[in-house]
């Protein structure tokens, strides 16, 4: 009786992940806010970073790297738990794994802030996606490092704080843009995957989800499609993976690409935005462009996020007439489904948005987001580990076919090379300078 009074208790706080996010989100700015709490995360060598033949010993022992270290797992490892408990996931061993991800990305840090990595403008954020692919694929995860795998959760934590740093204005002058641009692209994009895919002998089921994945916003989509047309789970498992491994060249190499180019950072930005999949690959992306490339990619992300819910119940339409044309009995299709499938820590970007646009007094705002964005950066650092330790490229071996392999591949470069041409056109040639 007692277990099950006690599992009852903690269904009362079960909110989901989103909203999950959003309130613990708020929970860590409105206690950087009333606090006026101004220790960062911990950081090595200062902006110059450190040397090789430097000693490092002093860095190691001095207390304004361990201070911040102790106050950083403190608030983090309290913050995740809370999360975890509102999303209704199981706290089983997640301490052990948290503190496990925790020391990785301190490790990440420390390598990120050598001075040659610095000079050439790497991220930490590239570094903790390398330490947990390395791990990951070198590695089977025990149990107690699994746990600790919240992949989700870091990266909408992250990205409602990220809100407090950019400026509402901002969110308006690119928000119109990239709407515009997330509903060329999803349109085009989608019809072009989804019809290669037919033409590549790949059923309408795996076509249609891969369609979504490759042009709305990577897994959420593929899982949301899934769910509006009741997909194979074997074949949206292999369609999650293939997002996550692709994401990884895109993400370490477009913003090369794009500095060879000579893109603006905005166009960069907006480019990234709407042709990586996975909102993490994105913000990681748009960190090592710089802070305008992050704001432009993560804006126009955002734009095609808030589109998921609209195309989840568009698609699930479409496949209950579908259904009615083969002679099956057609689904009656909910309008709810747009509200069940949009991605609600999109709201909590946007009122961390408003609050520091409008309500905070300028000193306090512009005080109080130095701290939350270094919390934010922490997050996703957490968040790419997360993603390398499981991504495991040996299971592309059990792939049975390769045409879904070859239309993804075909339909992705065919997404890099539109949505360049459409970022280019709006954000270069149309958009306000």
Not at 48 to 57: K, M, P, T
């Amino acid at each position: 009786m007692t277990g099950n009074s006690d599992t009852a208790a903690r269904k009362k706080y079960v909110i989901g992940q989103d909203w999950a996010s959003v309130v613990t989100g708020f929970i860590l700015i409105l206690f950087v806010v009333i606090t006026g709490y101004a220790t960062r995360t911990p950081a090595f060598g200062g902006k110059v970073g450190w040397n090789s033949g430097q000693d490092l010993s002093g860095i190691f022992s001095s207390s304004s790297l361990w201070l911040p270290a102790l106050y950083t797992l403190l608030i983090f490892g309290i913050i995740s738990v809370l999360g975890m408990v509102m999303s209704g996931d199981s706290l089983k061993k997640y301490l052990t794994g948290f503190l496990s991800l925790y020391l990785l990305a301190i490790l990440a840090q420390f390598i990120s802030s050598f001075a040659g990595f610095k000079n050439l403008g790497l991220e930490t954020v590239l570094f903790s996606l390398l330490l947990g692919l390395v791990i990951g694929n070198l590695f089977r995860l025990p149990a107690w490092l699994r746990a600790g795998v919240q992949t989700e959760l870091y990266v909408k934590i992250g990205l409602v704080l990220l809100g407090a740093t950019i400026l509402f204005k901002d969110i308006l002058t690119a928000g119109s843009f990239g709407l515009i641009q997330a509903v060329i692209v999803v349109t085009v994009v989608w019809y072009f995957a989804y019809w290669l895919s037919r033409k590549m002998k790949v059923d309408a089921e795996f076509s249609t989800m891969l369609a979504s994945a490759v042009s709305i916003c990577g897994v959420s989509a593929a899982i949301a499609t899934a769910g509006a047309i009741n997909g194979d789970k074997k074949k949206l498992s292999f369609i999650i993976s293939l997002v996550l491994i692709i994401a990884i060249p895109m993400m370490i190499f477009l913003p090369i690409i794009a500095r060879w180019m000579g893109l603006s950072d905005i166009v960069t930005g907006a480019w990234l935005g709407g042709t990586i999949d996975t909102t993490g690959a994105v913000v990681a992306a748009g960190t090592i462009t710089g802070e305008t490339g992050l704001k432009y990619a993560t804006i126009v992300k955002f734009s095609q996020n808030v589109l998921l819910g609209l195309a989840a119940f568009a698609i699930s339409i479409f496949w209950a007439y579908r259904k009615k044309d083969n002679g099956e009995k057609g689904d009656r299709v909910p309008v709810r489904i747009i509200w069940d499938r949009f991605p609600k820590f999109v709201l909590g970007f946007i009122l961390a948005s408003l609050v520091f646009s409008f309500i905070l007094n300028p000193e306090t705002a512009h005080a109080s987001s130095k701290v939350i964005k270094s919390f934010s950066t922490f997050w996703f650092n957490l968040a790419f580990i997360s993603i390398g330790l499981e991504t495991r490229f040996y299971d592309f071996k059990h792939i049975g076919s390769k045409k879904p392999f070859y239309s993804f591949l075909i339909a992705q470069t065919f997404n890099i090379i539109f949505t360049l041409g459409v970022s280019w056109l709006l954000f270069q040639i149309l958009s306000p300078k």
